[in-house]
């Protein structure tokens, strides 16, 4: 089955640095790539998405990554606000249709002002 | 669009009760709901996968007969713990695919947090 490692676990930037989230997955027939944000007992919100037939995408300050042939992906999130500080997860599809979706274990991002 | 709410938001009761939890898509018809257990600090775990008129599809290592899933139309899936323990304890939330949008993109209920005392 799918397997899905992030990393780093926590990462703790400076108002206005850059960070990055970095995900493998093991599945190459995976073709779908999203990106959540989850604040403390929150729901989980889609903040960008990527499909297997695009290496980049790009939203204001949040962009991602895919090296399919590695099989990464990464969150580049530039300019950082402490209101980005949360928890995020990457995931990858799993199955054909209507997908399921495999989380990785998460990273806890720390804006400080 | 495509809103998702869940009821009740928290709930507390005594180990060996059975409590029900309610997934509905507000504004979209969802052939396909998802639900979650996400434990403190941990990712969100797929415990099945629920399709309306039909039996859910459980992940490998969840009770199907403890955690039972009944999706009974397009814009609502229950989801109930059948004689709850303190393990059961957790964050539970669901999803739902857009019938007749993009098959992967999900949106998330709130969550429902279960404390088994």
């Known amino acids: 089955g799918e397997n899905v490692e992030q990393h780093p676990s926590t990462l703790s930037v400076q108002e206005g640095d850059s960070a990055v989230i970095k995900c493998t997955y093991s599945?190459?027939?995976?073709?779908?790539f999203p990106w959540y944000k989850q604040e403390l007992g929150k729901r989980p919100q889609l903040i960008i998405d990527?499909?297997?037939?695009?290496g980049e995408k790009k939203d204001q300050r949040i962009a991602v990554t895919l090296n399919k042939t590695a099989k990464h992906f990464s969150l580049h999130i530039t300019e950082t606000q402490p209101e980005d500080s949360a928890v995020y997860f990457c995931?990858?599809?799993?199955?054909?249709?209507?997908?399921?979706?495999?989380f990785g274990t998460g990273t806890r991002l720390l804006v400080s002002p | 669009g495509a809103v998702v709410s869940q009821h009740p938001s928290r709930v507390i009761c005594k180990s060996g009760t059975s409590v029900k939890i309610e997934c509905r898509s507000l504004?979209?018809?969802?052939?396909?709901m998802f639900w979650y257990r996400q434990f403190p600090k941990q990712s969100l775990m797929l415990m099945a996968t629920s399709n309306e008129g039909s039996k859910a599809t459980y992940e490998q290592g969840v009770e199907k007969d403890k955690f039972l899933i009944n999706h009974a139309s397009l814009t609502l899936s229950t989801l109930t713990v059948t004689s709850a323990h303190p393990e059961d304890s957790s964050f539970y939330i669901c999803s739902g695919i857009l019938a007749g949008g993009s098959p992967d993109t999900q949106y998330f209920g709130p969550g429902t947090r279960l404390t088994v005392l």
């Open positions: 995931a990858a599809s799993l199955g054909t249709g209507f997908q399921k979706l495999v």
């Open positions: 599945d190459s027939a995976s073709n779908y």
């Open positions: 504004d979209f018809q969802a052939t396909t």
């Open positions: 990527i499909r297997s037939n695009v």
